[in-house]
Nanobody, 125 residues
Framework: QVQLVESGGGLVQTGGSLRLSCAAS????????MGWFRQAPGKEREFVAA????????YYADSVKDRFTISRGDAKNSVNLQMNSLKPEDTGFYYC??????????????????WGQGTQVTVSS
């Protein structure tokens, strides 16, 4: 069974940091582009960050640029999201995602082939 399992969510104060991780199992994602989306209550799921299979290309939503950093694990079968200078508007359920296609398509939910179950991030003001 193919699985993407997120970890690292939690409650943090404004200005704090969290590190999310996503581990793949059931198949290898080393040649897949991977990324993160988030969804706040009452809002649509939105793109946060993406990284190519080789880790040579990364993309960020404007709202998180210069605050968040996406990276791949050493075996490239996992992906991390370092979140700094967190704001209340960063609150939401964060989902790991993977695509067989180019990292470019991972900036839309329509480009996702595999989803994780998600992890909650809450930033208090």
């Amino acid at each position: 069974q193919v699985q993407l399992v997120e970890s690292g969510g939690g409650l943090v104060q404004t200005g704090g940091s969290l590190r999310l991780s996503c581990a793949a199992s059931g198949r290898t994602f080393r040649t897949y582009a991977m990324g993160w989306f988030r969804q706040a209550p009452g809002k649509e799921r939105e793109f946060v960050a993406a990284i190519s299979w080789s880790a040579s290309s990364t993309y960020y939503a404007d709202s998180v640029k210069d605050r968040f950093t996406i990276s791949r694990g050493d075996a490239k079968n996992s992906v991390n999201l370092q979140m700094n200078s967190l704001k209340p508007e960063d609150t939401g359920f964060y989902y790991c995602a993977a695509t067989r296609s180019s990292v470019m398509v991972l900036r839309s939910t329509q480009g996702v082939d595999f989803w994780g179950q998600g992890t909650q991030v809450t930033v208090s003001s």
